[in-house]
């Protein structure tokens, strides 16, 4: 993918936050159309950002989307433990929430570790360190365009 490309897609990951931003109800279709826009932007992202070839890509993305549902999941069962209000829990239940969250912790690290060694059987490790930084510059870049459009 070259440049040009990738900023065509840039300038539409912009409009799309903006239009998301400058809504005062998006319905559930409008998210998903929105998610799915910057989920577009993000795979043309990284994939120019890692250079992965047709083939690595067609066999990429879906070990990546089903590692990605796999760590969502993860986070969603450690939400409650972070919204717990620690006042009204005895010492022996947040000792047992602060054990179910190192619990998560490493099942999370563990699911880390059989990941990189699926994406090592499809890419190089320079692309898969490539991948990892192109992920956290897609994240910061988004955050940086929600700032900028909620001023």
């Given amino acids: 993918m070259k440049f040009s ?3 065509l897609l ?6 799309t936050v903006s239009v998301a931003q400058g809504q005062k109800k998006e319905t559930p279709e409008e998210r ?3 998610i799915e826009k910057i989920e577009t932007a993000k795979i043309a992202f990284i994939t120019d950002k890692v ?5 690595q890509a ?3 993305w879906p070990v990546y989307q089903e590692h990605d549902r796999k760590r969502n999941d ?3 069962k450690s939400r409650p433990y972070k919204e717990q209000n620690l006042n009204a829990l005895s010492d022996d239940q947040i000792q047992a929430g602060l054990e179910a969250r ?5 099942r999370e690290l563990d699911l880390e570790k059989e990941y990189m060694d699926k994406y090592l059987r499809i890419i190089s490790p320079k692309q898969l360190a490539l991948f990892y930084r192109a992920e956290r510059e897609f994240t910061k870049l988004l955050l940086e365009r929600l700032q900028t459009a909620s001023k």
Avoid at 10 to 15: C, K, N, V
Avoid at 102 to 106: C, H, N, P, S, V
């Fill in 5 to 7: 490309s990738v900023m």
């Fill in 10 to 15: 840039f300038f539409l990951l912009t409009g």
């Fill in 32 to 34: 998903k159309a929105r």
């Fill in 51 to 55: 250079n992965l070839s047709g083939e």
């Fill in 58 to 60: 067609q066999r990429f």
């Fill in 74 to 76: 993860l986070r969603q």
């Fill in 102 to 106: 190192l619990d998560l912790r490493q």
